[in-house]
């Protein structure tokens, strides 16, 4: 009996240990997700640049990095961040949110 639970207590704690990083990375993407998503629709509302990117960084993870571009009528908004535990896990959190410029709805026709 002490031999079967001297090898199953690390191997079930090591699982503990892997959903809790699984949760982590979730709720880090999701981050990601929300802090693109609301830069989008600020870049698209014609905020200072300073102001889409201090949205951005305030919704997103610690460290992340933030980018927007304009290509023609969208406005792209890139959150990306590095996962949480040792950096060897190569897992790619970000997210890109695209939104149409607000003066360009209507202008159209």
């Known amino acids: 009996m002490t ?4 090898v199953a ?3 079930l704690v090591l699982f ?3 959903l809790v990083w699984a949760l982590l990375a979730a709720c880090a993407q ?3 997700v929300d802090a693109a998503r609301a830069g ?3 870049a698209a509302r014609q905020d200072p640049p300073d102001a889409v ?6 919704l997103a ?3 992340a990095r933030v980018t927007v571009s304009r290509e023609g009528d969208l406005v792209h908004v890139v959150v990306a961040a590095n996962p949480p535990g040792p950096d060897a896990l190569g897992l ?3 997210h890109e949110a695209v939104a149409l410029a607000e003066e360009t709805v209507g202008a159209r026709g």
């Open 16 to 18: 503990a240990m892997a």
């Open 40 to 42: 989008a629709r600020a």
């Open 61 to 63: 993870p610690e460290g």
């Open 53 to 58: 990117v201090a949205m951005a960084r305030r």
């Open 30 to 32: 999701i981050q990601c």
């Open 9 to 11: 207590l690390p191997v």
């Open 3 to 6: 031999a079967e639970a001297a």
């Open 92 to 94: 790619d959190l970000s």
